[in-house]
């Protein structure tokens, strides 16, 4: 992309709550992740871009602290970051969101990875005991992060979903913002389990039962 004269802008929301995040590594142009991802609060995330860019740009939005000098016809912005920080900021989102992160960084993000991971592997190794389960992504265990895309033989994915849901199980149905890759599957959305370092094998146990369930539920008459 670099070498094209593009910029390479990251959302990072899905993995920054899960892994360790070197933008240098990425020689990411921008990145960008969420708060209420990373266990904080909502209304608030992070935009990160490259000095030299963000010295470039212009704001797009006007209001205090943002303006160096202002004249009838012409003005001059503040130095970065106060040039895109227009008006009162969003002081108790900023305190909140700096809180998780250093409640995320105490656990240890490499504690974080190898703990999901590893329920993660754990929890395909059951689902795949399920006949007519079909798992999306690949097929080494250890190349999912987090999360598990699946869907029942012969029941809609929003289907599945509101029964797990009467039974307590939280998941997520739908193209999950990716209708390309959805018309590129064939499939009209999937089901998705997602993992944190607060599950465990219990959860694990109960989305086994709960998706059991389901297909005995669906079996037998609706």
């Not at 004269?5 to 240098?24: S, T």
């Not at 969420?34 to 963000?54: A, F, N, Q, T």
């Not at 016809?73 to 040039?83: A, D």
């Not at 991971?117 to 250890?142: H, M, R, S």
């Amino acid at each position: 992309m670099h070498q094209k004269g593009g910029y390479l802008l990251v959302d990072g929301a899905q993995a920054v709550p899960h892994f360790k995040i070197n933008v240098d590594d990425q020689d990411a142009d921008f990145y960008a992740f969420s708060g209420h991802k990373m266990l904080g609060p909502s209304g608030i995330g992070v935009l990160y871009g490259k000095e030299d860019l963000l010295n470039r740009m212009d704001p797009i939005q006007y209001g205090g602290e943002m303006i160096n000098v202002v004249d009838l016809y012409e003005s001059s912005w503040g130095e970065i970051p106060l040039k895109f920080e227009a008006g009162t900021p969003n002081i108790v989102g900023a305190i909140g969101l700096s809180a998780s992160v250093d409640y995320l960084k105490n656990i240890g993000m490499n504690e974080i990875s190898a703990r999901e991971d590893a329920l993660v592997q754990k929890a395909i190794e059951k689902l795949k005991e399920i006949n007519g389960l079909e798992i999306y992504g690949p097929k080494n265990p250890e190349k999912h992060h987090s999360l598990i895309s699946f869907n029942l033989k012969n029941i809609h994915p929003h289907d599945l979903a509101s029964v797990l849901d009467l039974q307590g199980i939280e998941v997520r149905a739908g193209d999950h913002c990716a209708q390309p890759l959805m018309n590129f599957l064939g499939i009209n959305g999937t089901v998705r389990a997602s993992f944190a370092f607060y599950n465990d094998q219990d959860d694990i146990d109960s989305l086994i039962e709960a998706i059991k369930g389901a297909k005995s539920f669906f079996a037998n008459g609706l």
